[in-house]
């Protein structure tokens, strides 16, 4: 399949490792958030979502951890595997819940 | 239980053409979304359909059209294609209006030449 962001930032961590991928939104009036992961050849696929009113979410070895004051979003994966390896996308939404704006994408190496 | 369906995987289309793109959303979902994402981009939002209406629209020009037919599939029309619309194009279904959350499909990629 084609690749998927072929000059975005990289990050590089080791099988079994902790990784965590860091997104700055852009909209003070975004009330919710998601995290998408995409594969080459693939359409993001979702992995876990926060609403405002939360500032941290636990989901199967992820956890999303909201920063409202200084508009920060964070994924930690735990225990990082080799099929994790993909580009991770942060997502907003905004103006009533009919537009998803996309950060600009981290990819995620996991070395074995 | 089907998630997002596309079609057609890939196409090759000319300057000046039109092409048409298709969607079948996840079994239960009434709203679906096109995004436009061009390689090392994250998807762009073009607009979404709910209740056969576009609800919404991102910077895309009028050359991007929709429809939402009753069965809450949908099809993405561009016209007078140009270089610049070479992407993966990319449809996500939801339930009420995108509040929830959006499943995609594995997108079309058309390419312009």
């Known amino acids: 399949g084609e690749s998927v962001g072929l000059h975005l930032p990289t990050l590089s961590v080791q099988e079994g490792d902790n990784s965590i991928i860091n997104c700055a939104y852009s909209?003070?009036?975004?009330?919710?958030f998601i995290w998408y992961k995409q594969e080459s050849g693939k359409g993001p696929q979702f992995i876990i979502d926060?609403?405002?009113?939360?500032d941290k979410r636990q989901g199967q070895r992820v956890t999303v951890l909201l920063n409202k004051t200084v508009k920060h979003l964070s994924l930690q994966i735990a225990a990082t595997q080799p099929g994790d390896s993909a580009v991770y996308f942060c997502?907003?939404?905004?103006?009533?819940?009919?537009?998803?704006?996309f950060g600009a994408g981290t990819r995620l190496f996991v070395k074995a | 239980d089907a998630g997002v369906t596309q079609s057609p995987t890939h196409l090759i289309k000319t300057r000046g053409q039109q092409v048409t793109l298709r969607c079948s959303p996840k079994?239960?979902?009434?709203?679906v979304s096109w995004y436009q994402q061009a390689l090392g981009q994250g998807p762009q939002f073009i607009f979404q359909?709910?209740?056969?209406?576009?609800?919404q629209r991102g910077n895309f020009p009028d050359r991007f059209s929709g429809h939402q037919f009753p069965n809450y599939s949908s099809e993405l029309n561009v016209n007078a294609l140009l270089l610049g619309d070479s992407a993966l194009y990319l449809c996500?279904?939801?339930?009420?209006?995108?509040?929830?959350?959006?499943?995609f499909g594995p997108g079309t990629r058309l390419t312009v030449l």
């Open positions: 926060i609403r405002s009113n939360m």
């Open positions: 079994s239960g979902h009434d709203t």
């Open positions: 996500a279904s939801s339930l009420r209006r995108g509040t929830d959350t959006q499943y």
């Open positions: 359909y709910y209740e056969e209406e576009e609800r």
């Open positions: 909209n003070s009036a975004s009330d919710y």
């Open positions: 997502a907003e939404n905004s103006y009533g819940g009919f537009k998803t704006i």
